[in-house]
């Protein structure tokens, strides 16, 4: 199955209301999750990430949290706007027969409504 | 401008017929990849390479080859199209490896019939 959970699948929230979106990875060994926003018809643009050393950080509006014990890390976006509605992909790294490889979740439709 | 491109961005094509998507990029990056984007399976990754002439597989390698002549260009070959390959596609590149931040291009959405 797949090593990157992601939930929820969608999400709805009102302009100014917090939104939190929770991935779960598989491989104890992973130490780099990044956090990707991709709008209606463009590539994935990367808006945060963070390394297995570190539990928390924040860049704004946006933070993640990362509980390595668990094995699951978490997008928190505070008093969000019209503009966050997008798609949003969690990923992990993962070691594959001496290679690291990047894991993506199935992706979270993030919509704001004014 | 830094920048990913793709090329082309649309394309219909039937069962068996050839075709390359171009991918360039221009920020003297080592690492490139391609991904396909299907409904309910987020990003899978076809093939990556960390330099000129090293290319390796990805998740889902099967009915791709890539190559990687030059350091700006990583094109991404189907040599006998199926329909299980009508996806979405997006190339993306990064400084040295999937530790540095991804440049994704803007996709290329591909239709076997």
């Known amino acids: 199955g797949e090593n990157v959970e992601q939930h929820p699948s969608t999400l709805s929230v009102q302009e100014g209301d917090s939104a939190v979106i929770k991935c779960t990875y598989s491989d104890s060994a992973s130490n780099y999750f990044p956090w990707y926003k991709q709008e209606l018809g463009k590539g994935p643009q990367l808006i945060i990430d963070?390394?297995?050393?570190?539990g928390e950080k924040k860049d704004q509006r946006i933070a993640v949290t990362l509980n390595k014990t668990a094995k699951h890390f978490s997008l928190h976006i505070t008093e969000t706007q019209p503009e966050d509605s997008a798609v949003y992909f969690c990923?992990?790294?993962?070691?594959?027969?001496?290679?690291?490889?990047?894991?993506f979740g199935t992706g979270t439709r993030l919509q704001v409504f004014p | 401008e830094a920048q990913v491109t793709q090329n082309p961005r649309y394309l219909i094509t039937v069962t068996g017929k050839k075709l390359t998507v171009t991918c360039s990029q221009n920020?003297?990056?080592?690492?490139m990849s391609w991904y396909r984007q299907d409904p309910g399976l987020g990003l899978r990754q076809i093939y990556y390479s960390m330099n000129v002439e090293v290319t390796d597989k990805g998740d889902v390698p099967e009915g791709y080859k890539v190559s990687r002549k030059e350091k700006r260009n990583f094109p991404l070959i189907l040599e006998s199209p199926s329909p299980n390959q009508t996806s979405l596609y997006f190339c993306?590149?990064?400084?040295?490896?999937?530790?540095?931040?991804?440049?994704f291009g803007p996709g290329t959405r591909l239709t076997v019939l």
């Open positions: 920020m003297n990056h080592e690492y």
């Open positions: 990923a992990a790294s993962k070691r594959r027969w001496n290679t690291d490889k990047l894991i």
């Open positions: 993306a590149s990064s400084l040295q490896d999937l530790y540095n931040e991804q440049f």
């Open positions: 963070i390394r297995s050393n570190v």
